[in-house]
């Protein structure tokens, strides 16, 4: 059975056409009656406590091992790859006007904005080596990582799986994308490398060998894997 | 005030607020009047103060209305009317909290993306050189606490 959810709130009502929509009373409908939380863009959302998500990565992790990394990230990249749909249909409604002609670091910041709401994150977008074919995203305030704490290694593969999808819709190009810097390896924040498969493979590998995201960021930069 | 208003049905539930903790109500009472008054002049004079804030700038920076070729005049004008009347309800209801969580955090980022914060500095500062010509000194420092927040906010590179 579908249900199809409406969110109603004052201020859609009076104003519907509102871009500035993102404060907790404006995004949100709760509905105690249905026991339903659907935000702006008529999506239903679910509260979660860090306690899901810590059972959520243990749990993962004593079912499938180290699979578990490779099996959020594809969470992650179906997610991202729905989301990317779903994003075009409220973003051409919302602003009268299709995605594919509208500037880039705006449609981003608008794509990340319910997230941000939803209390993953904030973000930025590094677009500066953006010609070289790969770019970097910094992550402040990461729900997984902020939950796990300080393990020692990256751990938001559901972040990375969720760039990698999104992105590869909207660009028509297979992208995939990796955690080079993480809140959970005791940094301030995290920093994600999206780009083609063959250089996130290489950035894997120079982790692997202890490579931090600045050696990485330098080696991307300096030409290596052209 | 509505925030800490919110705080405090929060941190005093279940108990009696202090005095200490009723302190903000009698403040922001005794200033309402003068909240208001300033409120109702912003309304009255927005028209002038967007014009003669678009007439300063432009002498300061012709350039800061168009992108290349193309002159933004128009949509300027009305983001510039939209944020003055978000920092005259702010004001009114001593409220940047709930004017940051709504409305500055989101269009700041909007405001990076399109690359124009310097813009942004010079129309919020001039906007409160302009206020404090056309109100009275009480009246400016009122709205200009809220405005000050906005160029911050918006214009910080």
Partial sequence: MTVTLIHQSPAKRTNPKKHNHYGFQDFFQFDPDKGTIVDWNNSQNIMATEDFIIGLVEGLEEEVGT????????????????????????????????????????????????????GWGRWEVDLGDRRQGFMFINLFDSAVARTLGDVGKPVCFLYAGLFAGFF??????????????????????CKFLLGGKERIDA???????????????????????? | MLSQMQRLSVEADGRYATDEE????????????????TYQKLQSSETTLIQQVYDRVRTKDPNTFRNGNTDHTSICKRDMSMNLRYAALAM??????????????????????????RKCNLIYSTMQEVTQQQLDPAQARLINGVLEQTQRLLGGV
């Fill in chain 2, 92 to 117: 009114l209801l001593d409220d940047t909290d709930t004017l940051r969580e709504k409305h500055l955090f989101w269009c700041q980022t909007i405001m990076r993306a399109c690359g124009i914060q």
């Fill in chain 1, 67 to 118: 699979a578990s990394a490779a099996t959020m990230y594809t969470i992650g990249c179906e997610w991202g790859q729905k989301d990317a749909f779903f994003f075009e249909k409220w973003f051409e409604k919302e602003f009268d006007r299709p995605v594919r002609q509208t500037s880039l670091m705006f449609l981003l910041e608008t794509w990340w904005w319910p997230f941000t709401a939803q």
């Fill in chain 1, 203 to 226: 950035a894997a590998f120079w982790m692997n060998e202890g490579a931090t995201a600045k050696d990485i960021e330098k080696r991307l930069r300096s030409g290596e894997l052209k």
């Fill in chain 1, 168 to 189: 590869t819709e909207m660009v028509k190009k297979q992208l995939s994308c990796i955690e080079i810097q993480c809140y959970s390896m005791g940094e301030t924040y």
């Fill in chain 2, 22 to 37: 009723l302190k903000f109500l009698a403040t922001y009472l005794r200033s309402y009047d003068q909240r208001l008054q």
